[in-house]
């Protein structure tokens, strides 16, 4: 423009910079039924029983544990290599999930070749970094991309195959073929992997402080790694300052090198993001067919996930894509594979979700490309395609008590999606260098591990003569509230207050053979093994109460106790009739679904590529809610966690697999800045769940996909802004999308001032930093 030409008013907003608005959000949820006894928590708000613990630093984790314990120490004596001292890994380019200590040969950037042991921490770290070691360099594969060209996959390739594919495709109107590349995810725990080693002294026996998801793992691998059995080992979790899967297999490789030498050690924040791996990188490749209304009849895709250097948990994330490949759509066709790529990178693990968001993030990455296919409002055409009450999966589960279609109206009424759009529409016409966008996503999420003999869990109740009671049970406690939970069983199903009722940890010694605390059930199956030990108890109290049944429950204890009558019991549970045969295409591999939808609006800086998160509303079906409160942070907790993955972090590698963003000053984890700035969440109303217990439903993992409608709002704005360039057709937009990628996609004058082979895309496998 001229100096006498005035800015047209729609460029204004190019000036305008982006601000945080005052926060707004609100959380609902039903009350307990009239006539509830006042003691009776269950369905209550209980505030988390660590809470203000946790928010004072007073909470003690392992970590805490070892920088009080044994502050000031010898260093071990020749021969005496079972004292307290500290351990700092040397880390170069090494180590498989069953091996320790490499030797010959090592397949990624963050292997463990050997151990220093020393009296501080900071002579650890110079000793660690005094150790040379010459390496032969290999040609390294580390992208999805390079393992397929060199067909570098681990066997065990899974296939779900129903309807006539073909068939489908012929009596499609439209076929549409794309990929879509997910980026993995660091778990970013506040507490780093950490274990404190006890040698008792006496028969090879152990006890371990540890981090961890999984005390029986650890447990057995420790016992494997002493020579001894397992019973000479005793794994103690007080809480963990965090796990979301990392901790579910991946520290049992630090725990049993703690335990060879009888030490105590904790990664720092680069060494762990080095070595333990996180959430898969996935590439999907879809061909969908469906007709001109939207509806799909046909659907083949294949995934392949980065495994890394070695199987860990690869499969049965891969699995559960599978699993979740429809999200909340019904197929009546489906073709799929997947594939899981070994890499030189170090092995991928369990992540909150478990390969569920990677599985759902390709199905709404085709429903949206066919929707915008067809002309049609995306809203309309994902309800179209919802599953209804009866319907049968693509892996030929049927689905009963199916409340996704409540939830779905409820938030596109709850959200005002239509009066909104409208608004956005208008706000888009006016400024065409900021864009607003909007999306509302369902998801489904299968509860049960996909190992059928994981799903078992078990308690123990001892009430002592006081009436106070010492609860036990399988799972461990992250922050996620398990504990508080269970207490809240303790109490309804003893009858006494939960003030009563105490956990102290979760330990090996105590209950058994433990299933990790994960794939969401843990409060299924420790709640009813709870229940089960608590009743128990009470059969065996029902003669005292009835000869005295106006007596306190601590009358009744005294009486049982004075009566030789014991006030100890164990309990169990499994879920019943859960299996699945991926080559028959049969079987339950679930107990039941969990159900959320979510609508969020962003808007976006076409100039810069950044985003704010304007609005979000939730309605979620967690069954009947043991407690609203941490139901309800679970469900924000986990929503704030996938804008993570989908919007801000990105793992970066060097061309030899080497890790370039390790720690907060490289990885962008979400801030405070990040959480929507009007959050609305609701539990759906009375909807019962009859198979959990006291009908309540797993919140853990179902939620955190529902951060996909910021991604979906994300991709609806760059549309806007693309058809101000003149670009109207579907555009590929990978995970996740950061500022480079949404400025890259907002094709316009400027980049096509950049050379560029494919204008507007950004493909992360080709990036070399």
């Not at 001894?228 to 725990?255: C, H, Q």
């Not at 609005?615 to 941490?630: C, F, H, Y």
């Not at 990105?650 to 959480?675: C, H, Q, V, W």
Request: with cysteine.
């Amino acid at each position: 423009k001229t100096m006498s030409e005035p800015v047209p008013s729609n460029y204004i907003s190019a000036t305008e910079l982006f601000h945080k608005d005052p926060i707004a959000n609100a959380q609902l949820f039903q009350e307990v039924p009239k006539g509830q006894a006042v003691e009776d928590m269950v369905g209550r708000p209980l505030v988390h029983v660590s809470a203000a613990k946790q928010a004072s630093g007073e909470a003690g984790v392992v970590s805490e544990l070892l920088l009080q314990k044994h502050r000031k120490e010898n260093f071990p004596k020749k021969n005496s290599i079972l004292s307290s001292c500290y351990l700092r890994v040397h880390v170069g380019k090494v180590i498989h999930t069953f091996n320790v200590f490499f030797k010959k040969s090592v397949t990624c950037v963050g292997h463990i070749i050997g151990a220093v042991l020393a009296d501080t921490q900071e002579h650890s770290r110079r000793a660690a970094k005094a150790v040379k070691i010459k390496y032969e360099e290999l040609k390294p594969i580390v992208t999805i991309q390079e393992a397929i060209e060199k067909q570098s996959f681990f066997k065990d390739i899974k296939r779900i195959k129903k309807g006539d594919v073909k068939k489908g495709f012929e009596e499609s109107d439209h076929i549409l073929e794309g990929e879509m590349y997910i980026g993995g995810q660091e778990h970013f725990y506040l507490e780093t992997q950490c274990t404190l080693a006890v040698p008792k002294g006496e028969d090879g026996e152990m006890e371990l402080f540890v981090s961890t998801q999984n005390p029986t793992k650890t447990q057995e691998f420790a016992a494997n790694a002493l020579g001894v059995p397992s019973n000479r080992v005793v794994v103690r979790v007080k809480r963990m300052g965090g796990g979301f899967g990392g901790k579910e297999t991946r520290s049992t490789i630090l725990t049993s090198v703690v335990a060879v030498a009888a030490f105590k050690c904790m990664l720092d924040r680069d060494e762990d993001m080095l070595i333990s791996g996180g959430r898969h990188p996935f590439l999907g490749r879809y061909k969908v067919g469906f007709m001109k209304n939207g509806k799909v009849k046909s659907l083949e895709v294949s995934y392949y996930s980065n495994g890394g250097n070695s199987v860990d948990l690869s499969h049965g994330v891969m699995d559960r894509a599978l699993l979740h490949l429809d999200n909340s759509y019904n197929i009546p066709n489906v073709s799929s594979v997947g594939i899981v790529c070994k890499t030189n990178l170090p092995s991928n693990t369990a992540f909150r979700g478990f390969g569920g968001p990677q599985g759902m993030m390709i199905a709404e990455c085709w429903m949206s490309d066919l929707a915008r296919k067809c002309g049609l409002p995306p809203e309309e055409v994902r309800k179209l395609n919802l599953y209804h009450e009866g319907d049968t999966t693509h892996f030929n589960q049927k689905l009963e008590g199916f409340t996704l279609r409540r939830c779905w109206d409820e938030c596109l009424s709850s959200s005002s999606y239509h009066a909104r759009k409208k608004l956005i529409e208008e706000f888009n016409k006016q400024n065409r260098w900021k864009k607003r966008g909007m999306s509302i996503i369902p998801t489904k999420f299968g509860i049960s591990f996909t190992v059928p003999f994981l799903n078992q869990a078990g308690a123990l109740v001892h009430v002592y003569t006081d009436g106070s009671v010492l609860l036990t049970h399988g799972g461990t406690e992250m922050g996620q509230g398990l504990h508080t939970k269970m207490i809240q069983v303790a109490s309804r199903a003893l009858g006494v207050p939960t003030s009563k009722i105490y956990i102290s940890e979760t330990s090996t010694n105590t209950v058994p053979n433990t299933s990790p605390t994960a794939a969401s059930v843990s409060t299924d199956i420790n709640g009813l093994a709870v229940h089960n030990a608590c009743q128990t108890i009470l059969k065996r109290l029902e003669p005292i109460k009835q000869s005295n049944p106006k007596g306190s429950w601590e009358d009744w204890i005294k009486t049982a106790y004075e009566s030789c009558v014991s006030l100890s019991a164990t309990g169990f549970y499994r879920i019943p009739d859960v299996g699945y045969d991926f080559e028959k295409n049969e079987g339950k591999p679930f107990s039941y679904f969990s159900y959320g939808v979510a609508c969020s609006e962003v808007e976006i800086d076409c100039l810069t590529g950044d985003h704010k998160n304007i609005r979000t509303d939730i309605v979620m079906d967690v069954g009947t809610s043991l407690n609203p409160a941490i139901d309800i942070g679970q469900i924000e907790g986990a929503f704030v966690q996938g804008i993570g993955l989908f919007t801000l972090e990105e793992l970066r590698y060097s061309p030899e697999g080497n890790l370039y963003t390790r720690g907060p000053g490289m990885y962008k984890i979400p801030a405070f800045g990040d959480i929507p700035t009007e959050f609305y969440v609701s539990l759906l109303r009375d909807c019962p769940n009859s198979k959990a217990v006291y009908s309540s439903k797993a919140v853990g993992e179902p939620p955190l996909f529902l951060s996909a409608s910021v991604f979906y709002a994300i991709k609806d704005a760059i549309y806007s802004a693309r058809k101000d360039s003149g670009l109207t057709e579907a555009f590929r937009l990978d995970s996740p999308a950061t500022p480079e990628r949404i400025r890259n996609a907002c094709v316009d004058i400027f980049t096509k001032m950049c050379p560029s082979a494919e204008p507007g895309t950004f493909k992360p496998w080709c990036v070399r930093v």
